[in-house]
Antibody, heavy 120, light 110 residues
Framework: EVHLVESGGGLVQPGGSLRLSCAAS????????MSWVRQAPGKGLEWVAN????????FYVDSVKGRFTISRDNAKNSLYLQMNSLRAEDTALYYC?????????????WGQGTLVTVSS | QSVLTQPPSASGTPGQRVTISCSGS????????VNWYQQLPGTAPKLLIY???QRPSGVPDRFSGSKSGTSASLAISGLQSEDEDDYYC???????????FGTGTKVTVL
């Protein structure tokens, strides 16, 4: 069974940083693209970034480019999101999600999310 | 601002058929698989339909997907009270290089 568990969320001041982690199990982590998706309170879903199996290709939504960095450690079955220069509009529940082995296909499994609140 | 447009709400009585539309463009729906998600507020989304019309194992055949050109649709037949959730379409956008979600549709069972 695919299992994704996020951690690292919390309250941070505007301009601050946080690092989110996602522990994956139940599948061959190194065979899949992986994504981060967020959902602001009461709002819809917004894809944030994804990363190729070997970590050599990454894509980001424009609103986080230059501020967020996605990375992975296949030896530890873990996905990360380094978030810098945080803004109030980054406040959201952040989901770790499994993509397909193929690019530009489907996000199929999701974790339960970790809440990031950016506020002074 | 999402590039995939859905109606904000849809409703029906138990047993009815409800259809949700998803309108996009040639760079997303027109060239990539469309996926649909079901989300009970406060919980993680669940994949309902992938590759335009495929159902993951465990998803009832009451749910069906279709696509034509730059639009896609999700149909729920035999509507049940537990279908009262939020529904999102999604597809990769080749111009933006992002995975775009629809604006979301809240389904109400009357």
């Amino acid at each position: 069974e695919v299992h994704l568990v996020e951690s690292g969320g919390g309250l941070v001041q505007p301009g601050g940083s946080l690092r989110l982690s996602c522990a994956a199990s139940g599948f061959t982590f190194s065979s899949y693209w992986m994504s981060w998706v967020r959902q602001a309170p009461g709002k819809g879903l917004e894809w944030v970034a994804n990363i190729k199996q070997d970590g050599n290709q990454k894509f980001y939504v424009d609103s986080v480019k230059g501020r967020f960095t996605i990375s992975r450690d296949n030896a530890k079955n873990s996905l990360y999101l380094q978030m810098n220069s945080l803004r109030a509009e980054d406040t959201a529940l952040y989901y770790c999600a499994r993509d397909s082995p193929r690019p530009r296909d489907v996000v199929d499994y999701w974790g339960q999310g970790t809440l990031v609140t950016v506020s002074s | 601002q999402s590039v995939l447009t859905q109606p904000p709400s849809a409703s029906g009585t138990p047993g009815q058929r409800v259809t949700i539309s998803c309108s996009g463009s040639s760079s997303n729906i027109g060239s990539n698989p469309v996926n649909w998600y079901q989300q009970l507020p406060g919980t993680a989304p669940k994949l309902l339909i992938y590759s335009d019309y495929q159902r993951p194992s465990g998803v009832p055949d009451r749910f069906s997907g279709s696509k034509s050109g730059t639009s896609a649709s999700l149909a729920i037949s035999g509507l049940q009270s537990e279908d009262e959730d939020d529904y999102y379409c999604a597809a990769w956008d080749d111009s933006l290089d992002v995975y775009v979600f629809g604006t979301g549709t809240k389904v109400t069972v009357l």
